[in-house]
């Protein structure tokens, strides 16, 4: 009997998350029409245990995307509606007095999942806003000077309205930091949108989801995330990530270029695309398909802010 080296079984284990990866985006596109390239900025997102911002205006199945993704994992998800009057311990959880040990006890808070829809984020307050920060960053939360850590993984996929729509708040820039990339959501092509009329004709409803199947867990992210540090990155690519970003820093257009900080997201954004396309090597399209402000996601949200708009 032939056995197989640490080497071969990795990357058969590779494969096979790669194959479970690739019918996860067929999963969510059961039911989530003409958004292909939102699907696959979620997965990359997912591969890179990274949080991810969609934004959108109403009506173009963000929270869909989102409780599709979260069907078709075998992963804890919640969901959280930001809304005016949502409180900080709403999100991270709040110590209660217990009467029968006349003690306080902490109950722990949506914040404590693998996947955390925060549906319409930009509808709340920043005080509240704020109370995901420290989730966001360290995975963890602090509760009477004590670190409460997050499940792995955890991911948070907000969505939000164009900041112009009534009854909105500007994320702060602190906030937008902590996600990895920002996706636009985008109205449906007329040959998507007539795919998504004819769907609800035959008795489609967004709040049935029992068509799509668990087929990803924390075993084949395990195997993916491996499989994704092995991917390779010339040094003419890293040359011409580092030229992208520099270009970010000079524009006139932009208030605030890329920081190194974002420039080694970008990059870990465009290794996890090459494995998905199935490549063990980086090109420079993947980096540009990565930082197209149209496409999957331009740059990791909040590091390159425009200037506002005039009149």
Not at 45 to 74: F, I, Q, S, W
Not at 126 to 155: C, H, N, Y
Request: glycine share 6%; charged share 20%.
């Amino acid at each position: 009997m032939t056995q197989t080296s640490p080497a071969g079984a990795q990357a058969q284990a590779g494969e096979t998350a790669r194959t479970a990866l690739l019918a996860l985006r067929a999963e969510i596109a059961k039911v989530v029409v003409g958004q292909d390239a939102a699907i696959s900025g979620l997965v990359v997102a997912l591969l890179c245990r990274g949080h991810v911002l969609l934004e959108g205006v109403p009506g173009v199945a963000k929270t869909l995307l989102v409780r599709a993704l979260a069907a078709a994992l075998h992963l804890e998800f919640k969901r959280v509606q930001f809304t005016p009057d949502l409180m900080p311990g709403d999100i991270t959880g709040s110590l209660v007095y217990d009467t029968r040990t006349a003690a306080f006890e902490f109950r722990a808070g949506p914040v404590f999942t693998n996947l955390m829809l925060a549906d319409e984020i930009n509808r709340t307050p920043p005080k509240t806003q704020a109370a995901l920060l420290e989730a966001m960053e360290e995975r963890q939360i602090s509760v009477d000077g004590e670190a409460k850590p997050l499940p792995d993984p955890f991911i948070v996929a907000a969505t939000q309205n164009p900041i112009e729509y009534e009854g909105t708040y500007q994320l702060p820039e602190a906030q937008l930091d902590r996600f990895l990339l920002k996706l636009n959501v985008p109205l449906p092509s007329r040959d998507s949108e007539i795919a998504i009329l004819a769907k609800h004709a035959h008795g489609f409803d967004p709040r049935d989801l029992s068509a799509i199947a668990p087929v990803a867990g924390p075993t084949e992210l395990a195997a993916a995330r491996a499989a994704v540090q092995q991917v390779r990155v010339a040094d003419e690519v890293l040359a011409y990530t580092v030229d992208l970003v520099a270009a970010t820093r000079n524009s006139p257009a932009l208030q605030l270029g890329v920081s190194p900080r974002g420039a080694t997201a970008l990059l870990a954004t465009a290794r996890s695309w090459a494995w998905l396309s199935g490549r063990n090597y980086v090109t420079p399209d993947d980096i540009k398909a990565m930082a197209r402000h149209a496409g999957v996601a331009p740059i990791p949200a909040g590091r390159v802010p425009a200037k506002a708009r005039c009149g």
